[in-house]
């Protein structure tokens, strides 16, 4: 059975930087592909960083702009956030998602985590 929890989320001044973890079970991350996403109130949910398991490839929402990265650990079949630089913006409650056949978007995963709150407040 495919299982998402997430971790690491929490309160940060503007400018700090957290790390999200998304600790994986009933899969391997090398035949999944593997998306952060967030969803603030009032808004739709939107992807932040996927790693496509086809080909590798990252897709980076316009926002990330180099402060947020993705990562894998794949002894601990884990996936990692970085977030450097946060601003209020990103206050929203960030999830981890999985699909074989996962992209950009959102309606493209089966799979998902009970999520993780991130405030950006002063």
């Known amino acids: 059975q495919v299982q998402l929890v997430e971790s690491g989320g929490g309160l940060v001044q503007p400018g700090g930087s957290l790390r999200l973890s998304c600790a994986a079970s009933?899969?391997?991350?090398?035949?999944?592909?593997i998306g952060w996403f967030r969803q603030a109130p009032g808004k739709e949910r939107e992807g932040v960083l996927c790693?496509?398991?086809?080909?590798?490839?990252?897709y980076s929402a316009d926002f990330v702009k180099g402060r947020f990265t993705i990562s894998t650990d794949n002894a601990k079949n884990t996936v990692y956030l970085q977030m450097n630089g946060l601003k209020p913006e990103d206050t929203a409650i960030y999830y981890c998602?999985?699909?074989?056949?996962?992209?950009?978007?959102?309606?493209?995963?089966?799979?998902w985590g009970q999520g993780t709150q991130v405030t950006v407040s002063s």
């Open positions: 998602a999985a699909d074989p056949f996962g992209g950009a978007y959102a309606t493209q995963y089966n799979y």
């Open positions: 009933g899969f391997t991350l090398d035949d999944y592909s």
């Open positions: 790693i496509n398991s086809k080909d590798g490839g990252v």
